[in-house]
């Protein structure tokens, strides 16, 4: 069984749509999502990257671009009123529920994932995080105690670290084996890559332009 | 007839994919290309944007991200031993190129991404860019020195200044009458918006998740 590592962020509004897009296309090719939360803040202090030094234009941009995403996707997309957030809380409770429940981390990541673009839900505060985990069915206090375990925190760092080592330099970010793809507007890769690993002919790998 | 305004720089990989894909979607949806050259040194230069403060990991991915886009769009895109190279020459020769013949800036602005992204030749020579118009049926001489007149200099100036102005803040970027689409990632968003406008219900305009 093939396995995409998927690195994401909860700041992440492509991190968002990869969230639910991903899985879908795991299952259509018998592939498992491996849920890696990468600490973005962590990783563009050391590359220098200042996701608010973009110009206005871009960022006005974007938001436009998301919301036709959302149309596309049928994904109920809305602008959070904070952003940028801070994640790291929310980063490690998803490795604490991954400790608790086999899969608890897959349901929990996209609950938060929903708190936050779907509900404007201010996921930096630990009460919500909380009402989250109750919602997938995993016992909130010990999911938050967990996720201030030593640990955990130096997991977190690990797993942000690796990150970096691989080439990982935003989010989301996938690898099938080592072979990586950033960005949701490569999940079509993803999904050739995942076709062609399983030997499905039925899905085109390319379209070859006439010259 | 619906118009898509075409803003692309030579030096821009992904404005070399768009420059072959876009008119074959145009052809399918009945559309015409507007192509219009856009002097991304003097749009960065407005907006501080540095094409090379890019960290490492993310320049080499990229390369292989361009290559996989080839091999899936059967493109010869090559790596240009010359990056960056200035375009200014090049894109007033295609805005001299129109005036000298209806269609002739679209093979001609073809014959430059072909000359750069394939055969890696230095585009920012006269010699070169004479050679491409050559090749397109172009008078070489007329043709180039028609890119020094000053008319077709100050056409340049304002054909980025306009593209500032309606938001454009890198390349390839589109428009369908004032909705703006950036990158090459969004030319199925192209695709899809020209089908809408002709009212084609075969061709699919979303795909909603199941939730």
């Given at each position: 069984m093939k396995t995409v590592d998927f690195y994401f962020d909860f700041s992440s509004t492509n991190s968002y749509f990869a969230a639910f897009l991903l899985p879908e296309i795991c299952v259509r090719h018998a592939a498992r999502v491996r849920w890696l939360p990468l600490h973005l803040a962590a990783l563009f202090r050391d590359t220098g990257f200042?996701?608010?030094?973009?110009p206005k234009p871009k960022a006005r941009y974007l938001w436009r671009d998301h919301q036709r995403y959302a149309e596309w996707t049928g994904l109920p997309f809305r602008k959070p009123s904070r952003f940028p957030i801070k994640t790291a809380t929310a980063l490690r409770s998803v490795l604490a529920a991954a400790r608790m429940s086999a899969g608890g981390e897959a349901d929990f990541a996209q609950a938060v994932f929903r708190a936050y673009w779907?509900?404007?839900?201010?996921?930096?505060e630990r009460s919500v995080l909380a009402e989250e985990a109750t919602r997938v069915g995993l016992d909130a206090e010990a999911l938050l105690a967990r996720s201030d375990d030593p640990s955990v925190r130096e997991e977190l760092a690990t797993v942000t670290a690796r990150a970096a080592e691989r080439?990982?330099?935003?989010?989301p970010t996938f690898f099938i084996d080592e072979e990586m793809f950033w960005g949701k507007d490569r999940l079509d890769f993803v999904e050739r890559q995942l076709a062609r690993a399983s030997g499905?002919?039925?899905?085109?790998v390319h379209s070859k332009m006439e010259r």
């Open positions: 200042d996701v608010m030094a973009m779907e509900h404007d839900r201010n996921i930096a080439g990982v330099f935003g989010a499905d002919e039925a899905f085109p």
